[in-house]
């Protein structure tokens, strides 16, 4: 089953304009990744972040984590052609068993026009 | 290697067929899982292993669905009695240690079931 939810389905912009995908989830998670995704193949780590933490940056990327909201958003700046490519969210549970499991939600497509 | 790899990349069969998907872990990653990805949707966990034992298999959607890592590095995933509905993106990652570690994808092996 799938706990996370990304928003939106879809999202399609200029090149240089920045985007932002918002992640929700449904139980109390350890930390958040986000994965990017080329043309369905294999998934590539952008960022983690902890439960602990609210606001992760690299490069272009920042991260915020709501905890109480059971949310969180994905920025990327000045988007590239580049930057094309579905995005999730995944969460890891809190503990106990399955503290391991990757939980996805059903990504965002990014569209970056050049 | 520099990192997950996965063969073969595409593979058809038809139906009722018996298939075998391998995934080369990076090296020193002692945690190995497997997902599925349907067409649409975000990965869903298969099967995790810690060294050479499956530490959790309860993704697995039925016993049709097998996975050994005899040595605690190379993994199969094997799949008998093909169905239709089997056909998915099946992903492997890796982890230094499991237990919430960042987990590394490799590319994927496109499965088709005629």
């Known amino acids: 089953s799938q706990q996370g939810e990304e928003d939106p389905q879809a999202l399609s912009i200029q090149e240089g304009e920045n985007a932002t995908m918002n992640c929700s989830y449904k139980t109390s998670i350890n930390n958040l990744q986000w994965y990017r995704q080329n043309s369905g193949r294999g998934l590539v780590h952008l960022i983690l972040i902890r439960s602990n933490e609210r606001e992760k940056h690299s490069g272009r990327l920042r991260v915020t984590l709501d905890t109480s909201k059971k949310s969180s958003s994905l920025l990327i700046t000045a988007s590239r052609a580049a930057d094309t490519a579905s995005y999730f969210c995944?969460?890891?549970?809190?503990?106990?068993?399955?503290?391991?499991?990757?939980?996805f939600g059903k990504g965002t497509k990014l569209s970056v026009i050049p | 290697g520099a990192g997950v790899s996965q063969t073969p990349s595409n593979k058809v069969t038809e139906k009722g067929k018996y298939v075998e998907l391998r995934c080369d872990p990076i090296?020193?990653?002692?945690?190995l899982y497997w997902y599925r990805q349907s067409l649409g949707q975000g990965p869903e966990f298969l099967i995790y292993?810690?060294?050479?034992?499956?530490?959790?298999d309860s993704g697995l959607p039925n016993d049709r669905f097998f996975a050994v890592r005899p040595e605690g590095s190379v993994s199969t995933l094997k799949i008998q009695r093909t169905e239709r509905g089997d056909s998915a993106m099946y992903l492997c990652?890796?982890?230094?240690?499991?237990?919430?570690?960042?987990?590394?994808f490799g590319p994927g092996t496109r499965l088709t079931v005629l």
């Open positions: 990652a890796s982890s230094l240690l499991g237990d919430s570690d960042t987990q590394y």
């Open positions: 292993f810690q060294g050479t034992g499956a530490a959790d």
């Open positions: 090296s020193g990653h002692t945690a």
């Open positions: 995944a969460t890891v549970p809190y503990s106990g068993a399955g503290s391991y499991q990757l939980t």
